[in-house]
Structures are given as structure tokens and as C-alpha cells.
């Protein structure tokens, strides 16, 4: 598998705006040139989308120790090969036998570049932002870099696999209503909607409590997750899947 992204940056904020994963075939590598071909014909080439909270990802040559501008990055607007982290490879392992050849396009809730977003301060900013994204008011974060239109955003693939977590500050219901709106908009463009999900809730109220499990979690929950995530690209189109 190769990652493809494309960063760009605002106000000594740096964003990733755009995500790519390859599921390559056998001894297959592609550059960022075949990539561009492949988006040219998203219907043919993409087979779906995830959603995931945010991303922590640097190009080849690169780290995530620190901004990318400080290590010299130069944000031209194109797209780079990226890194794999442990997301990734739980990403590969899952993919690697029933979407060979076809791309996943990745897409997050926020798309700040950064690692330990849950940081309480930030996600108020966030919160503070979604309840300002439809007025004309000047958000915190750049509204186009770092937020979608969940009412009217474009959703490549047949499919959407809602991992952006499920846990929100009583205080964060916009957040939660971002989630939801999501959802609901894939499922107005005929996507299927999958997930993983516990005991906590049946599948049938997930979209409407946007109660949606990541596939990676740390502690006791880690590997369970991890095989309900892989049990759930099993097939092709996934499927929605509860922990065993």
C-alpha cells in the first residue's frame, strides 16, 4: 500500500487537504503522476471513503516531531508520498486482499496536521468553529482547509466507513451534529454507511447518536478493535461490524 497526500497551510497552521491510500497489486509501485491519472477517473478508480478524527501524517523525508515547515517542507499544492504510521499498516492489512489495484480516498473530521489533537483547548476551538462554519463570521481555523460542508461535500466510492471516534464533551453537541450530518449526507448520495459498534448501541441508532468506534484504540480495547476493523474489509464492499 502507498499513502498519497497533499498539505497545505495557513497562519502557521498546516493542514492535510487531501489523502490517498493505493492498495498496490503485486510488485506494483506508482508515483504521484499515475495518481493524478487515477483521480482523473475517480468512478473507476475509487472504491470508497474514510473518515477518520484528524490526521498526523509527514511526507517521505519527513517526521511528525515537528511542523512540517520547520524541517524545511515546501507547500506547493501538489500531492506526496507519505509515511505509514501504525494506522497504516492496520489500513494495509485490512485492504490488502479485496481492493488491490483501487484507491481509498481518507478524509477527516478536522484536517489539522497535528498529533494529540484530543488536547481539550483545541477541540473547543473546533466546537467554537462548526457552530460559526455556516455564518458569515471569521472562523478560528481556515474554514475551507480544515472543515467540510457536511451537507454538500463531494464523497468519492460506493461506501464510507465512519471511524471518527464516539466519544464527545456534553458541551461539544455541534461537533456530535457534525458527525451525524455526515453521515446522513453520505447516505443521501446512496453511500453505504459502515462502522464498528459495541454492545453500547444496536447499528440501527449509530448514525442518529453518530456513535462510531476507531479502528485503533489504546489499552485492553486495541486488539479488539483492530479485528473488528479488519473483519469489517473482509469483503468487498465492507460491512458493518459489532466487537466480539
Given amino acids: 500500500m502507498q499513502i498519497f497526500g497533499r498539505f497545505d497551510t495557513k497562519f502557521d497552521d498546516e493542514f492535510l487537504v487531501e489523502q490517498y491510500l493505493y492498495i498496490n497489486e503485486d510488485d506494483e509501485t506508482i508515483t504521484t503522476k499515475d495518481l493524478k491519472l487515477k483521480l482523473k477517473k475517480k468512478r473507476k478508480h475509487v472504491v470508497g471513503t474514510m473518515f477518520l478524527f484528524n490526521p498526523c501524517m509527514s511526507p517521505l523525508g519527513y517526521n511528525n516531531k515537528t511542523k512540517l515547515i520547520e524541517q524545511g517542507y515546501e507547500f506547493n499544492n501538489q500531492f506526496d508520498e507519505l509515511n505509514f504510521d501504525d494506522v497504516s499498516n492496520l489500513f494495509y492489512q485490512a485492504t490488502k486482499s479485496n481492493y488491490k489495484g483501487k484507491l481509498i480516498e481518507v478524509k477527516y473530521l478536522f484536517n489539522l496536521n497535528e498529533a494529540n489533537i484530543n488536547d481539550t483547548i483545541v477541540i473547543d476551538k473546533f466546537a467554537v468553529d462548526i457552530d460559526l ?112
Fill in 133 to 244: 462554519y455556516h455564518s458569515n463570521q471569521l472562523t478560528i481555523f481556515d474554514k475551507e482547509m480544515n472543515y467540510h460542508d457536511p451537507l454538500n461535500m463531494p464523497i468519492s466510492g460506493k461506501w464510507v466507513f465512519m471511524g471518527v471516534g464516539h466519544k464527545y464533551d456534553p458541551q461539544h453537541k455541534g461537533i456530535k451534529e457534525y458527525v451525524k450530518n455526515i453521515a446522513l449526507h453520505a447516505q443521501k448520495l446512496t453511500k453505504e454507511v459502515i462502522f464498528i459498534y459495541d454492545r453500547n448501541h444496536s447499528d440501527e441508532d449509530c448514525i442518529d447518536n453518530s456513535y462510531f468506534l476507531a479502528p485503533t484504540s489504546p489499552g485492553k480495547a486495541k486488539d479488539t478493535r483492530a479485528y473488528a476493523f479488519k473483519g469489517a474489509f473482509m469483503s468487498n464492499p465492507p460491512k458493518i461490524t459489532r466487537l466480539s
